[in-house]
């Protein structure tokens, strides 16, 4: 699975220079754009201290950010009000605005794979009631 470390940069609507700027600045972490664009093309793998340092600037968990683990729906609308403390309006409103976004496409992905299963549930070619496999 691809890591969202360009997706959560892009959210922040931050370039690659202003973003390893922030890294040093606020979580003490020290990486050129050029590393960090490695990171995001699943080029270089980071250490673990870096993806924690990552998730802490990002305000998500690691696993998130890896790409490997999702976020239930309160847990992301908290992060998505925690990042937006510190923002001016138009920014907050373009943050919320795409996260919004990303969480309504990611529940119409599920409910779509749902109805896939529910239909193959519902056909006999499909299903053994008996064994309930596939």
């Known amino acids: ?3 969202r470390l360009r997706k959560l940069r892009q959210r922040k609507g931050l370039t690659l220079e202003e973003e390893t700027k922030l890294l040093a600045e606020t979580v003490s972490l020290r990486l050129s754009p050029d590393a960090l664009a490695k990171y995001e093309r699943g080029d270089r793998e980071p250490k673990l201290e870096t993806w924690e340092s990552l998730a802490n600037f990002f305000n998500f968990p690691v ?7 999702e976020l239930g729906n309160w847990e992301t609308i908290q992060n998505m009000l925690e990042e ?4 001016d309006d138009v920014k907050k409103d373009v943050y919320l605005r795409n ?3 990303d969480l309504f496409s ?7 794979e749902l109805e896939r299963r529910i239909e193959d549930l519902e056909d006999p070619e499909k299903f053994d009631r008996d064994t309930g496999d596939l």
């Open 1 to 3: 699975m691809k890591n």
């Open 63 to 69: 696993g998130y950010v890896q790409g490997i683990r």
């Open 84 to 87: 937006t403390r510190f923002c």
């Open 99 to 101: 996260h919004f976004i």
């Open 106 to 112: 990611t529940l119409v992905d599920k409910n779509e």
